[in-house]
């Protein structure tokens, strides 16, 4: 029988549902699949993007981890496509490769003064939070004043834990590091930006809702934000979503204020102009411009120009993809280009698109970076139903056999992770949570983590 060596990049969601919708799959070949991450522990974004105080999805990992569990599935993490492995090695040692390796970056926000120091993107503060081991593990959380950019259910995680107090993040995963940060912040008042109205917001009603409850901060809405016009009116009547969001925002409206020692305000129609210099290279204040409806459902500047001072700056204006070496990519989109999930290269002669045969793409690096963890279950089927029926284009590796895989990896000299070393470092990670009445505390150096992970000398230490 026909067998499939299929090398799957990135051991986020997506790439872990495609393993688990391929061996479930009805087909006529039999598949072993090598699943390789960067990072020494899997689960993407769900790990290292999802927020800590999101107990209820970060729970996906169980069920994530029921598929690794099972055994079928080979892992190497601490493996880096691009440094430790290439496209060549690949071809010689499988039949066709799924690149899920997501997208980890901020997208740019092309105003004045966005470089000054103080000025950050919502990737890097949630890799901080979230305990990512290529990060710096100090983050300066010295302003009072905060503004967020986007109107996102990213913006709203950076706001809330921004906003909250880290007491109350202490029953969470967070690592000790992240705790003592944020118990030292200073921060009084959080102000998310937004360039349009109340209804054309893409956050959702349940993490909208969950700011409301944070103990000892006001929600401060503004009464001129709600000045709807025939568009906006239309949208609360016509979509559940935006009805619920109006509802939560106007029961805001009329709370009483004023005895929390935190706020966390709500700014919508407000475009930003740029970010002000205090006068030593640091963030110090942000000018935005004040939009108004244009009776389409989009807005269009008033020129009113407003001004307000800030210590620190967050962009959430999304994220983005990066490149990966040998394998094509969309500079616009961030993203692979592929139809349906069959990765297309353009040839440099006729500049036509044709598929790069054996190369697939699936998740957040297929599709952009839209769009939660249960799509990517969705995104996968349709590029595991492509590489089936691709049979007779796969690749024909000169070393198919499992082993030659492990070889190439130790004669260079990488300390890979596998699934028993996901076992030890979550042992590990719930052992100390447990020491302090706590579910889990993550470990962040990458060093240690691996040490941990294959039981070496340092980690007995730690
Ligand atoms: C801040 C934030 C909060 C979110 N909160 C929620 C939520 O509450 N609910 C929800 O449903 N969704 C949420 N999402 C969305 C969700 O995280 C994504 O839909 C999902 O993680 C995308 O899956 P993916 O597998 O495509 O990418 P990822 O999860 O990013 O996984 C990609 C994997 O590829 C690996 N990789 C990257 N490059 C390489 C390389 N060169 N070599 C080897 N490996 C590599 C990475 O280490 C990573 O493990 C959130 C996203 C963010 C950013």
Redesign the pocket.
């Known amino acids: 029988m026909t067998k499939l060596r299929l090398a799957i ?9 495609a393993a688990d919708i391929l061996l479930k799959a009805e087909k006529s070949f039999d598949v072993s699949i090598d699943l ?4 020494p522990a ?10 800590p105080d ?1 107990p209820r ?1 970060k729970g ?1 990992i169980n069920a994530l981890r029921e598929v690794l569990d099972r055994g079928d599935i080979r892992i190497f993490g601490n ?7 290439t496209l060549e090695d690949l071809k010689r040692h499988y039949n066709a490769v799924i690149f ?5 970056k901020d997208a740019d926000l092309s105003i004045p003064g966005i470089e000054l120091e103080g000025s950050y993107g ?2 890097e503060f ?1 890799s901080w939070f ?1 305990g990512h081991p290529d990060f710096p593990r100090e983050w300066p959380l010295e302003a009072r004043e905060v503004a967020v950019i986007g109107n996102g ?2 913006a709203l ?2 706001s809330r834990i921004l906003a909250k107090h880290a007491d109350d993040l202490l029953v969470t995963e967070i690592p000790d590091n992240v705790y003592a940060g944020l118990k030292e912040s200073p921060v009084t008042d959080v102000h998310v930006f937004g360039r349009r109205g109340p209804t054309s917001v893409k956050f959702t009603p349940l ?1 909208l809702r969950e700011l409301g409850e944070l103990r000892d901060v006001d929600m401060i809405v503004y009464d001129e934000d709600f000045d709807y016009d025939d568009a906006a009116r239309a949208a609360v009547a016509g979509n559940k979503q935006v009805f619920v969001i109006d509802k939560v925002l106007n029961q805001w409206r009329q709370r009483e204020v004023g005895q929390a020692s935190r706020r966390l305000h709500l700014h919508f129609f407000a475009k930003p102009l740029e970010v002000l210099d205090d006068g030593n290279g640091h963030v110090g204040g942000f000018r935005f411009e004040r939009t108004a409806p244009d009776g389409e459902g989009g807005v269009v500047g008033t020129g009113e120009i407003r001004e307000i001072p800030i210590q620190a700056i967050y962009r959430a204006v999304g ?1 983005f993809g ?1 490149p ?1 070496p040998g394998v094509p990519f969309d500079k616009k989109r961030g993203v692979i280009p592929n139809r349906e999930g069959q990765v297309l290269v353009k040839d440099p002669d006729t500049g036509h698109s044709q598929q790069m045969y054996g190369v697939y793409a ?6 952009g ?8 279950k969705s ?1 996968a089927m349709e590029t595991v139903r492509h590489l089936i029926n691709d049979l007779g284009n796969w690749w024909t590796p000169e070393q198919p056999d499992e082993e030659s895989v492990v070889k190439m990896l130790d004669e260079r000299g990488i300390r890979y992770t596998d699934l028993d070393g996901w076992h030890n470092l979550d042992e590990h990670e719930k052992a100390l949570g447990e020491a302090q009445g706590r579910t889990r505390i993550k470990v962040v150096p990458r060093e240690e983590m691996v040490d941990i992970s294959t039981g070496t000398e340092a980690a007995a230490q730690a």
Do not use: C, M, Q
């Not at 990049?9 to 549902?17: L, Q, R, S």
């Not at 699936?362 to 599709?367: A, D, E, L, P, Q």
């Open positions: 990049v990135g051991a986020g969601p997506a790439g872990i549902y390789f991450d960067a990072l899997p689960y993407g974004l769900v790990r290292y993007g999802v927020a999101h999805i996906i493996v880096k496509f691009g440094e430790d492995i899920a390796t997501g997208a980890v919502a990737a949630v979230d259910n990213v995680d950076v993490e994220y990066s990966l699936t998740g957040w690096i297929k599709r970076p839209v769009g939660l963890i249960g799509h990517t995104d």
